[in-house]
Each structure stands twice: as C-alpha cells, then as structure tokens.
C-alpha cells in the first residue's frame, strides 16, 4: 500500500467546512483513497472513498487530485462530534481485501466552539 | 452494514497470564481482522482471519503469542498470551463485508500489570 501523509493535527471553528488534507504521491493506479475516523474511545468509522473521482456522501466531500497525488477531505459543516483522528488510508482493495488496512498517524481534528 | 460486538470491553490482568477476546458480529463474513491500538499510536494489524483456513499473521506477530480462532462466519477469537505490560494496548476487530469498507468493533482495553 502507498504510503499517506497527513498533518498531526488541525483546528476548525464550528459551523465552518474543514478541510483535511492527504498526500499520497507513491500511490498507483489501482489504489483506491480511503478515509477513516476514530472518535476517542470508540473504533474506526469509514467515511468516504474514492479512485480518480471527487465523491460525495452525506458526511463528506472527497477531492482527489488529477494526478491523484493527493486529497482532501471536506467536512461541510463541522460539529464538536467531528472532534476526532481522521486517518487517509490507500489501498488496492474493496475494504482492504485480504490485506487489511494499513493506518498511518493520521489528522488529530480539533472542532473549536 | 455490520454490528460488531467485542467481549470483554475492558480488562486488567497480570502478567505471565492469558485473555481471550471475543468479535461476534451480526452477519455472516468472509474475512476478519485483528488489530492492536498502543496508548496513543495508530492501529496495527494483527492477522487475518478467514473462516476454515489458518489466520495469516502479520511481520512481528506470532502465533504462539496471539493464536486466533475462527470456528465460522460470524465469530472470532484473540487470545494474548502470556502477557507482559508491553500488551497493554486496545484490540479491536473488524471485518470487510463485501461492500468497500471494513467495520470496526468498539474494542478491548487491555491493561496488563
């Protein structure tokens, strides 16, 4: 799996988008773009993915670059209960396959009142 | 989706001794994960557990230290084996469903002294 860089950690102000971002310029062309978020006590929760293009749910926004060297993750509308560790995970596999995910130290996001 | 539930929640156990920790989820799955969470580090994988077939471990992790079981498609499985305070860390389980992201359980604290 290629290898994610992310920033230690990040402050937003409630109500305002946060924007988290990933790079992972080793990734290849099957590799998809995960991203994972783990609330203080509680296991990891799957957020978004995406190959080449931006995707969309109804937590996130996910940007991913032309050259798919890196991303960014769009929280539209922070809430304290985003307040979490965001990991970007990439993997060759629908939900890590036979491999499992790699986590790396990922984004400690700070939701500020 | 997946319900994941782990047994015990938490622990405190002394060393020299051993801690079977059980991941029921609510479907049945092919594949299931093991990973450990040291104080304030990211998740590292453990094993694999496919239903039938042996676990596959991961570099640094044996057997012997953390044998597994996997008697069908809805249950695993971990034991710590003669632990040290070095184990104390969080496990969690997870599984991949088939869709493109793994579910995680709550966890189990572990705490050896």
């Known amino acids: 799996d290629a290898k994610t860089t992310q920033p230690p950690s990040m402050d937003c102000a409630e109500g305002r988008a946060a924007n988290l971002p990933c790079n992972h310029s080793t990734i290849s062309g099957n590799e998809y773009v995960y991203w994972y978020r783990q609330i203080h006590s509680q296991g990891p929760q799957y957020i978004i993915h995406g190959l080449k293009n931006n995707e969309t749910n109804e937590m996130a926004s996910l940007i991913i670059t032309e050259d798919r060297k890196s991303s960014t993750l769009i929280l539209p509308h922070a809430t304290l209960r985003d307040t979490a560790v965001y990991y970007c995970i990439a993997s060759p596999s629908p939900g890590g396959g036979a491999d499992g995910l790699t986590f790396g130290k990922g984004t400690h996001l700070i939701i500020q009142p | 989706s997946a319900v994941i539930s782990q047994k015990p929640s938490r622990d405190i156990c002394q060393r020299g001794t051993s801690l079977t920790i059980q991941c029921q989820v609510d479907s049945q799955v092919t594949m299931m994960f093991w990973y450990r969470q040291q104080p304030g580090q990211s998740l590292t994988l453990i094993a694999t557990a496919n239903q039938g077939s042996e676990a596959t471990y991961e570099s640094g992790f044996v057997i012997d230290k953390f044998p597994i079981s996997r008697p069908n498609l809805t249950f695993s499985t971990l034991t710590v084996s003669n632990m040290s305070p070095e184990d104390s860390s969080i496990y969690l389980c997870?599984?991949?469903?088939?869709?493109?992201?793994?579910?995680f359980g709550p966890g189990t604290r572990l705490t050896v002294t």
């Open positions: 997870s599984v991949e469903s088939g869709g493109a992201e793994q579910y």
